[in-house]
């Protein structure tokens, strides 16, 4: 069984600071992904970015990048310049592609506002 | 390319009245997932299906909920019989496309 952890319910960080979101997950397998994904009040889950398990360099989108601790099972989520339009639930979610069943296992969010 | 669409985004049912909740995947998506939101919760798996089979259901209560996926057409959530506790989110999203790509959700409220 997989399982997400996201230790921080609730954050907050001014403007154009960068601030960093934890996320730990477990798992038994060697292959899987690990995904952040962004709810905004709209509610629409919108995809962040992803990361394979068996690639070693931490992705990175634009302001957005990751720090993937492999053997710490730890996957956090850096936001840069942070932005107003930031403001958002953000999920961790964990995924083991098992004979194409894209199965996502998320965490409990953590809510950031940023202050203007 | 439209993305995956869901409708109703809003439903109210009174208890004891059934909801169905459909999904449309994206083009050349075939797998298609359900998860359902708690208020302040993150999102729950509740069954994943292809054309015409349920591929994993796992996640889906064993009473009144029902899910297809027909060859033609959206797929379809039902729920029987619905109680104030099925009020939440419900989420579509389609793959394949590692991660899956999410619908705008359908909000139920049973009064």
């Known amino acids: 069984a997989q399982t997400v952890t996201q230790s921080q319910p609730e954050m907050s960080v001014q403007e154009a600071e960068t601030v960093t979101l934890s996320c730990t997950y477990d798992?038994?397998?060697?292959?899987?992904?690990l995904f952040w994904y962004k709810q905004p009040p709209s509610r629409q889950m919108i995809l962040v970015i992803r990361?394979?398990?068996?690639?070693?360099q931490n992705a990175t989108e634009n302001r957005f990048s990751v720090n993937f601790q492999k053997a710490a099972k730890s996957f956090s989520l850096k936001i840069s310049d942070s932005q107003l339009g930031d403001t958002a639930m953000y999920f961790c979610?964990?995924?083991?592609?098992?004979?194409?069943?894209?199965?996502?296992?998320f965490g409990t969010g953590t809510r950031l506002t940023i202050i203007p | 390319n439209a993305g995956v669409m869901q409708n109703p985004r809003h439903l109210v049912r009174r208890r004891g009245q059934e909801a169905r909740l459909r999904c449309s995947p994206m083009?050349?998506?075939?797998?298609v997932y359900w998860y359902r939101q708690l208020p302040e919760e993150g999102l729950k798996f509740m069954v994943y299906?292809?054309?015409?089979?349920?591929?994993?259901e796992s996640g889906m209560p064993k009473e009144r909920f029902s899910a297809e996926f027909p060859k033609e057409g959206p797929s379809i959530l039902r729920i029987q019989q619905v109680v104030r506790g099925d009020s939440a989110a419900y989420f579509c999203?389609?793959?394949?496309?590692?991660?899956?790509?999410f619908g705008p959700g359908t909000r139920l409220l049973v009064l």
């Open positions: 999203a389609s793959s394949p496309g590692l991660g899956p790509y």
């Open positions: 798992t038994s397998e060697s292959n899987y992904y």
């Open positions: 990361q394979e398990a068996y690639k070693q």
């Open positions: 979610a964990s995924l083991i592609s098992n004979f194409g069943n894209e199965k996502l296992t």
């Open positions: 083009k050349g998506h075939s797998h």
């Open positions: 299906l292809q054309k015409e089979n349920i591929i994993d």
